[in-house]
């Protein structure tokens, strides 16, 4: 997994709440038993005006103007401002690829969906969970400033605006340790390989029926 | 010890370790996988020299992406094709049990799991599917993961987790007649919405849960994810025991005594504490029917396509402005004058025995309106499927207008063939109508089996308990 440090990136404003990961990547690019090449169909559907097939040329398809992924002001974001629920329904993690392979590295919204915040972390992108009323307060100002713009520093938990003003935010400390470190659960997991095997061999002897 | 409840029981019974900060590692029993979200995380397994931790937990089955028709000439789109043998030829190296296209166990993950027994009171049952909560219905810790979860249970038979709240969501009173699991589950999600549930493992209890069967009970808790909560669950009583009793997976002999012993155990204590209750009256829960993007947009029969203007949240008034766009319809419609075009019944939420059941009654003798262009009928799995022709079911939609399908995810996402026309309306037993969710463009409408049939009978929904047989 790639390292999260720090970040500084233009910002763009998703102004829904309940974005589900039908949206973000549709069903049809589920197909690729790859873990990369999602971005050019993140959103699809709300992104270009024809249908989308794995497979097809990307840059030869009409984008929808009134999307704001594709105003010109926001070009290379990196950072996605979204509203409550980001991430519901599907468990997909091909969701936070889609969203990593595009380019976001942080996600800032008031509340996420537990498997999508959860698969985030695995993947490099940083999901961000700050209050409405401040949530309301980017809204604002970044849809009136062109160029707006974000600094993020995990290390510190904070975020730094232009003006260089602050706001803190809140972090798992041991997901925050495996972000800054790009470290691999598995690894991790399997450090504990002794216990994990004691806690099977004793769970064997007492429900024999779960090892069928 | 202090009253704990069912949630917290499963969680004990299952800390392989914990540290200061509340991170546990957590034993999986059960692993489930499907062709879509597995292939990366064996291919991780490979790239990193791994091997499974323990083959024997683990069942795969194809589902997504396989055709509902003829199956004799294989799957005709090569990108699904390829991912269906990806996982053949994964299951085949790793030496995992796999139900393949051609076999009659074949089918939807969630269907086969409690099918085969496979799905045990007590467990730990995960899968890369949101789904997954499903099998809370038999007192099991359920869950939906993501594929590098899937690779990590894959690897080390564990997931790093912290434990949710526990909520308690109490149906009090004895359900309606006429009245489904999942339109409870609705009416729930209606209630609470879909962010509800977030960070909570919900229990279901209540004389309107008891009231339901397993297969009611598997509807309903299929559905907690769609509340926001990774895990729903039923405490075991002794409908959950007869379930299991004599599937091939299932323990026999004194293990099975030993077995029934523990599963007795497994409801919450009496004083336990809950984080968050929510409580319903079942005798209020009528049939539900969603007319929204979101299945929070929930209303019943006799209700009408609420009015953006009378909602004071900005950001919600906004959602339901688009949404009612995007479904086409108008504001203050009555339910029983929306006419889809097409209907599916199907789905991990609805596609058991008793749910072909339900529609086959109200489709007796019956035919298909002019105006719906295709009823469809997926059973959840080869052994429903063969279980419904052996009760002459398949003749009776056969004989009203229904299509008899092979077992699959289907139109419920539409990976595979069947999907909806832009624009094209939907009575569904699915789980989600997530704009785009059948086919771009499609339009959802989520109802219980007998709801569907219903619609499908005349054409516009309508109160299926008038169709039923006296």
């Keep these: 997994m790639e390292k999260f440090t720090t970040l500084d990136g233009i910002v763009v404003p998703l102004d829904r709440a309940n974005i589900d990961t039908d949206a973000i990547i549709p069903k049809q690019f589920l197909k690729s038993i790859k873990r990369s090449g999602f971005g050019p169909n993140l959103f699809d559907e709300w992104r270009y005006l024809d249908h989308g097939e794995p497979g097809m040329d990307n840059t ?153 | 010890m202090a009253a704990r409840t069912l949630y917290d029981k499963l969680w004990d019974d299952h800390v392989v370790h914990q540290d200061d900060d509340g991170t546990a590692l957590l034993y999986i029993d059960r ?35 396989v055709p509902t028709t003829d199956r004799s000439l294989g799957i005709a789109d090569e990108v699904s094709r390829i991912q269906v043998e990806t996982l053949d030829q994964n299951c085949s190296e790793f030496g995992i049990t796999e139900f393949k296209m051609d076999d009659i166990r074949q089918g939807i993950v969630h269907v086969i799991g409690p099918e085969e027994g496979a799905t045990l009171p007590g467990m730990t049952v995960v899968c890369g599917d949101s789904h997954t909560s499903t099998h809370g219905a038999f007192g099991a810790l359920a869950f939906g993961i993501g594929t590098s979860e899937v690779e990590h249970v894959l690897a080390t038979q564990c997931l790093i987790q912290k434990k949710s709240s526990n909520m308690l969501v109490k149906v009090n009173g004895n359900l309606p007649v006429g009245i489904t699991g999942k339109d409870v589950v609705l009416a729930i999600i209606g209630k609470i919405g879909t962010a509800g549930g977030t960070g909570y493992a919900i229990e279901f209890a209540g004389e309107g849960i008891e009231d339901l069967s397993l297969e009611g009970r598997m509807s309903l808790c299929n559905m907690a994810i769609e509340a926001g909560a990774r895990a729903g669950m039923v405490a075991v009583d002794a409908k959950t025991i007869d379930y299991v009793r004599g599937r091939p997976y299932a323990p026999k002999g004194d293990d099975w005594d030993k077995a029934v012993q523990y599963w007795q155990t497994l409801h919450s204590d009496e004083g336990a504490v809950f984080d968050a209750v929510v409580e319903l009256d079942a005798q209020d829960i009528q049939p539900q029917v969603t007319w929204g993007t979101s299945p929070e947009m929930v209303v019943t029969i006799d209700g009408k396509v609420p009015d953006p203007l009378n909602e004071p949240d900005p950001v919600k008034k906004e959602g339901m402005l688009r949404a009612i766009e995007y479904m086409g319809l108008e504001a203050n419609t009555p339910i029983t004058d929306i006419r889809p075009d097409k209907v599916f019944i199907g789905s991990c939420t609805n596609s058991r025995i008793e749910d072909l059941r339900a529609a086959a009654a109200i489709a007796r003798g019956r035919k298909v309106a002019d105006n719906i262009k295709l009823a469809m009928v997926v059973p959840g799995s080869g052994l429903v499927k063969q279980q419904a022709e052996q009760e002459g079911l398949d003749t009776i939609f056969i004989a009203a207008g229904f299509e008899w399908r092979e077992p699959g995810c289907s139109m419920c996402l539409a990976m595979n063939a069947d999907r909806l026309e832009p624009g094209e309306r939907c009575a569904s037993t699915s789980n989600r109508n997530f704009e785009g969710r059948q086919g771009q463009g499609g339009r959802t409408h989520l109802v219980s089996p007998a709801m569907a049939a219903a619609a499908a009978i005349s054409g516009h929904f309508v109160d299926s308990r008038k169709l039923s047989v006296e």
């Design chain 1, 60 to 212: 030869q398809r009409s984008v929808n103007p009134d999307f704001v992924l594709n105003y010109p002001r926001y070009q290379g974001a990196s950072i996605l401002l979204a509203r409550k629920n980001f991430g519901c329904g599907s468990s997909r993690e091909h969701a936070p690829w889609a969203l990593e392979d595009y380019g976001f590295r942080v996600i800032l919204a008031p509340s996420f969906a537990d498997i999508f915040f959860n698969n985030s972390f695995k993947n490099g992108l940083l999901p961000i969970v700050l209050s409405e009323d401040l949530i309301d307060q980017l809204f604002t100002e970044v849809e009136s400033q062109e160029g707006y713009r974000l600094n993020i520093d995990l290390e510190k938990q904070t975020i730094t605006k232009a003006d260089g003003s602050t706001i803190a935010f809140a972090v798992d400390a041991f997901r925050k340790h495996c972000l800054l470190n790009g470290l691999d659960d598995i690894g991790l997991t399997l450090q504990h390989a002794d216990a994990i095997t004691a806690y099977e061999n004793n769970r064997r002897k007492q429900s024999p029926w779960l090892f069928q």
């Design chain 2, 31 to 65: 692993h489930l996988v499907h062709e879509v979200t597995s292939p990366q995380a064996f291919e991780g397994l490979r790239l990193a020299g791994r091997k499974p931790w323990r083959t024997s937990s683990v069942l795969a089955s194809p589902d997504h992406n």
